[in-house]
């Protein structure tokens, strides 16, 4: 993977900048540093989940690896009132919005459903099922776009859910109704265990031409271009240009969850060949070789990331088991007779156990 | 007091609501310029322009996916599903996305949207056009489910879905889309979750929804000229379920019958005559029986509709019979 005019690339795996003639961005040397850190946090605490889980303490967990650069950048190209819709392993773009990372592991822990304030953070609850959320994406972009802000909506999917019926369908609506919308794809190379070609035949951001609006393939493992293009797409959504597919083409370096072994499908020789352009190295030898950095700073980040890991991991043996009762909450709005009812019958059978 | 036909009353329904509230939005195939292929919006366009009742494109799922995201920004949708048949082919919207996602967002994020359709029999559109899945919304948590069957509950259970924060699936009976009936002037406001008793009786209780409460009715009088008295209840609502006026007409009469379009096995009278097998066992003097369309898609055939949907004629006979042994 190099760069071409197929391809969005401003850091070559090796840590060298490029010229793209659509793309450009200007960071400094402490943005491009606070990029780094956000990078090693979020694998850090990514890192810790999947260790959680071996260890039976959440019930599941879909790691992000390899996948860090599409999602801290894309998640800093957000304006602060943009909308962010995920999926289930938007972990960096969770941290990008603030979402502070114990609220993903207790979704998956099942202590709650989530419980960020998806209004606080402009960041929507996570979405299992595929594809389903880029029709909710069009329809508050629909919103905002009545209300007249200056406000874009970016919806993160993945290449499987491109056969989505939902995710063709939101093409079109968003092309129809030219909504404030921008599709990032991570198109990770894998679904589960089917490869790229079971669900397509051309690039993927190619399809975009067909609904009528620009598509654009960034290297998905380059923070910088990440940021650049996707600052771009969210801007054009603003500005009334409609919406964006953005193909950010990366690789799924860990399973597709911890229920899945991709040794299984998958050749050890493709894992390696896309370790040699892992999304954090190629930035750590851009601020070496430019100077921008000192190994104490490195050192700093590595040490903060390894709290983060034991704050998080702490935090989340902490979190407390929910009243069983709970789970009749927030059924309706309101209150219910039947499920009063229900309650009642349970709380009292519970009771039944009590000494 | 106006007459109106039900198909008029829905769109005088929603416009009450867009006329009060100006986050209320329309939303469906063909609702816009055709007023809706059962003419149920019919005039709505005109009045509120096109920023408020959208022609969409021919996707179910983007309807109700793009009604959640809009209701997410603070707008009260209502959208249209045009054949309640159609349901198949967004369920994940309506039983993944918004049933559940007040529970799953711990309620942060409410969805107060209205999503209507055209359901139930007897215009011999077949199998695929005719259904009537009441009972499939019924059992999915955190959705409400209405059925009106009269102009004026038309007006009045829209005018309430619209205002509650829950996702609400509104059930119109195509085959009712012809009647007429009184609406009262100015605004018309019910309440979810009640049932109405059409007719008192003493002998027993007929339950029915939709386009079964006037053929119930039509039973009821077919009785009464046997000397049989029933009293015949609308439910109205299925979630929530008004158990206390089911429950306390039985506790008078002593007999239950259901009387429901959806083929017979877990319809929704099953649910309610488990409840009242449950709770209201004691005051019975006879089975609960249901009468139901047979477990089989429904035929398009004119006669053979006619036959496998409940008639006045079959209830009478099913309540006649079982009071006599």
């Known amino acids: 993977?190099?760069?071409?005019?197929?391809?969005?690339?401003?850091?070559?795996?090796?840590?060298?900048?490029?010229?793209?003639?659509?793309?450009?961005?200007?960071?400094?040397?402490?943005?491009?540093?606070?990029?780094?850190?956000?990078?090693?946090?979020?694998?850090?605490?990514?890192?810790?989940a999947v260790s959680l889980q071996r260890q039976g303490e959440l019930g599941i967990w879909a790691s992000l690896l390899g996948q860090e650069a599409a999602q801290i950048g894309s998640g800093r190209a957000m304006a602060e009132t943009d909308m962010a819709f995920p999926t289930y392993r938007e972990h960096g773009v969770a941290w990008c919005r603030g979402v502070d990372p114990l609220y993903l592991l207790g979704l998956f822990r099942g202590v709650h459903n989530g419980g960020w304030d998806p209004y606080e953070h402009n960041f929507g609850l996570y979405t299992i099922v595929i594809g389903a959320q880029t029709l909710h994406a069009v329809g508050y972009a629909m919103g905002v776009q009545r209300d007249g802000a200056e406000t874009a909506t970016i919806v993160y999917f993945g290449d499987g859910a491109t056969s989505q019926g939902d995710v063709n369908e939101?093409?079109?609506?968003?092309?129809?109704?030219?909504?404030?919308?921008?599709?990032?794809?991570?198109?990770?190379?894998?679904?589960?265990?089917?490869?790229?070609?079971?669900?397509?035949?051309?690039p993927l951001y190619k399809r975009a031409s067909g609904f009528g609006f620009p598509g654009v393939r960034v290297d998905g493992n380059d923070v910088f271009a990440c940021l650049a293009v996707t600052r771009k797409a969210l801007a054009?959504?603003?500005?009334?240009?409609?919406?964006?597919?953005?193909?950010?083409?990366t690789y799924r370096m860990g399973a597709h969850t911890t229920s899945d072994d991709p040794t299984r499908y998958r050749m050890a020789a493709e894992l390696e060949a896309w370790k040699l352009k892992d999304p954090i190295e190629r930035v750590k030898a851009y601020l070496f070789k430019n100077q921008l950095a000192d190994q104490a700073f490195f050192d700093k980040v590595d040490e903060e990331a390894d709290q983060l890991g034991r704050d998080t991991r702490r935090r989340c043996l902490e979190l407390p088991d929910p009243e069983p009762v709970a789970i009749f909450e927030n059924v309706y709005s309101g209150p219910h007779a039947t499920l009063e009812e229900e309650r009642d019958q349970y709380a009292s059978y519970l009771a039944g156990f009590a000494e | 007091m106006a007459e109106l036909?039900?198909?008029?009353?829905?769109?005088?329904?929603?416009?009450?609501?867009?006329?009060?509230?100006?986050?209320?939005?329309?939303?469906?195939?063909?609702?816009a310029g055709a007023g809706g292929v059962f003419k149920t919006t019919v005039g709505l366009l005109d009045r509120f322009g096109p920023n408020r009742?959208?022609?969409?494109?021919?996707?179910?799922?983007?309807?109700?996916?793009?009604?959640?995201?809009?209701?997410?920004?603070?707008?009260?949708?209502?959208?249209?599903?045009?054949?309640?048949?159609?349901?198949?082919?967004?369920?994940?919207?309506?039983?993944?996305?918004?049933?559940?996602?007040?529970?799953?967002?711990?309620?942060q994020v409410s969805l107060p949207l209205v999503v209507k359709t055209g359901n139930g029999g007897g215009l011999r559109f077949g199998a695929q056009h005719s259904q009537s899945v009441e009972n499939w919304a019924m059992a999915v948590p955190?959705?409400?489910?209405?059925?009106?069957?009269?102009?004026?509950?038309?007006?009045?259970?829209?005018?309430?879905?619209?205002?509650?924060?829950?996702?609400?699936?509104?059930?119109?009976?195509?085959?009712?889309?012809?009647?007429?009936?009184?609406?009262?002037?100015?605004?018309?406001?019910?309440?979810?979750?009640?049932?109405?008793?059409?007719?008192?009786?003493?002998?027993?209780?007929?339950?029915?929804?939709?386009?079964?409460?006037?053929?119930?009715?039509?039973?009821?009088?077919?009785?009464?000229a046997r000397g049989i008295d029933a009293e015949v209840i609308d439910v109205?609502?299925?979630?929530?379920?008004?158990?206390?006026?089911?429950?306390?007409?039985?506790?008078?009469?002593?007999?239950?019958?259901?009387?429901?379009?959806?083929?017979?096995?877990?319809?929704?009278?099953?649910?309610?005559?488990?409840?009242?097998?449950?709770?209201?066992?004691?005051?019975?003097?006879?089975?609960?029986?249901?009468?139901?369309?047979?477990?089989?898609?429904?035929?398009?055939?004119?006669?053979?509709?006619?036959?496998?949907?409940?008639?006045?004629?079959?209830?009478?006979?099913?309540?006649?019979?079982?009071?006599?042994?």
């Open chain 1, 1 to 48: 993977m190099t760069a071409s005019p197929e391809l969005v690339q401003l850091l070559t795996p090796e840590g060298e900048r490029v010229e793209h003639p659509d793309y450009d961005i200007e960071l400094t040397a402490e943005e491009v540093r606070s990029l780094y850190r956000d990078l090693v946090l979020v694998r850090r605490v990514d890192l810790e």
């Open chain 1, 236 to 249: 054009d959504a603003r500005a009334g240009q409609g919406p964006t597919l953005v193909e950010a083409f």
């Open chain 1, 170 to 202: 939101s093409f079109i609506w968003a092309s129809v109704t030219n909504a404030p919308v921008v599709f990032f794809c991570q198109n990770n190379q894998w679904a589960i265990s089917e490869p790229l070609e079971k669900q397509t035949r051309i």
């Open chain 2, 142 to 224: 955190g959705l409400k489910v209405v059925t009106p069957s009269t102009p004026r509950d038309v007006v009045g259970l829209m005018a309430a879905a619209v205002r509650c924060d829950d996702p609400v699936l509104f059930f119109e009976h195509k085959g009712l889309y012809a009647m007429k009936g009184e609406v009262p002037d100015g605004e018309v406001v019910d309440e979810l979750g009640t049932a109405v008793v059409r007719r008192t009786g003493a002998d027993a209780t007929i339950l029915a929804l939709g386009l079964m409460v006037p053929r119930a009715l039509a039973a009821a009088d077919e009785l009464a």
């Open chain 2, 53 to 107: 009742v959208i022609d969409t494109p021919i996707a179910e799922q983007a309807i109700l996916g793009a009604a959640m995201g809009a209701a997410m920004t603070g707008l009260r949708p209502v959208a249209e599903i045009m054949f309640s048949d159609f349901f198949a082919v967004c369920w994940d919207l309506v039983a993944n996305e918004m049933a559940k996602t007040r529970y799953m967002t711990d309620g």
């Open chain 2, 5 to 31: 036909t039900y198909r008029a009353a829905v769109a005088h329904g929603i416009a009450q609501e867009m006329a009060r509230d100006e986050r209320v939005v329309l939303v469906g195939e063909d609702v």
């Open chain 2, 236 to 325: 109205r609502s299925l979630v929530p379920l008004d158990t206390r006026t089911i429950l306390a007409s039985v506790a008078k009469t002593g007999h239950l019958f259901t009387v429901e379009e959806n083929p017979r096995l877990l319809g929704w009278g099953a649910e309610i005559a488990s409840i009242v097998a449950d709770e209201g066992f004691w005051t019975l003097d006879g089975p609960i029986q249901r009468i139901t369309t047979p477990h089989i898609p429904l035929p398009a055939a004119d006669s053979l509709e006619d036959l496998v949907l409940p008639s006045a004629d079959r209830i009478a006979a099913t309540v006649e019979k079982s009071l006599q042994t």
